[in-house]
């Protein structure tokens, strides 16, 4: 019998906290069916550790475990579509190596999101921040008519209640999804012209809405996530030029649908740095 659901884990060096992701997979209810974890090339000992303990730990656990090790960093998008091609669930998640668990029930909270929403096709978590005073990382992505993004409710108090209601979004970041299979049966993977990363998320929602799926966000599903751990000290990506031309590549293919959307105005997408703290100094955050 197939897994229910497929969690693609994409990992390049920061091993500590892929350690953090993919052990607190282990102590959630439900736990996934399987996990496939595709390492770009890491020289950390990322390597070593999804070899070596990781699987013991899956085994133990009853969760399936698959590792793709790929010889170098072949970007995000190229190795998730490699995750797609075995994922065998009938919901598929992704999953950053730098987000955790936080609310224990946030899996089973997305697969009933999916379920009790019939035209959904994606949905995405409330993302945290890991360390007191728990603010609001992302509630959904927006785009504004001229194609600036802003991610809802950064900043915000966990209890904001503007950001504590179900809701549909123009887009998600896929620090953390769930989705239908049929969104990648209908639509495929993601477009691999935006490797290494940026605005391949925000894409592969508007490909899912016009081919008819809803994209959610759901606030009683809580993760951590490390903001910019995935991208930061990635020395041979020059993650400034890539975000410039993928944004102009996001923006010339969907200008005809953000422009006509009600999306926030430009000056509310300026993106306001906020403080973060590596895993080294927060410890393993807690789970609610």
Known sequence: MPPQTSLIVVSYNKQPYTALCLESLLKGEPLPGEIIVIDNGSQDGSVDYLRDSFPALAEQAGVAFHLIEN??????CTARNQGLKIAAGAYIGFLDNDTA??????LSTLMRTLEDEPSAGIVGPKLVYPFPPYDIEHAGAAISPNG????????RPLDDPEHNVRREVQCLISAAWLMKRAVPDAIGGLD????PAQFEDFDYCYHARQ???RVLYEPVAELYHFENVTTDGSVDVNFRYVTIKNGMT??????HVFS???????????????PTHPLAETGVPPVV
């Open 101 to 106: 668990m936080r609310s224990r029930g946030w």
């Open 211 to 213: 081919n008819g799926f």
């Open 71 to 76: 010889d170098s960093n072949v970007g995000a």
């Open 192 to 195: 691999e012209i935006f490797n």
């Open 260 to 274: 006509q959307e009600s999306g926030p105005a430009d000056e509310e997408c300026v993106w306001e740095p906020l």
């Open 148 to 155: 600036r993004p802003k991610y809802l409710g950064r900043g």
């Open 250 to 255: 996001f923006k010339k293919r969907w200008r």
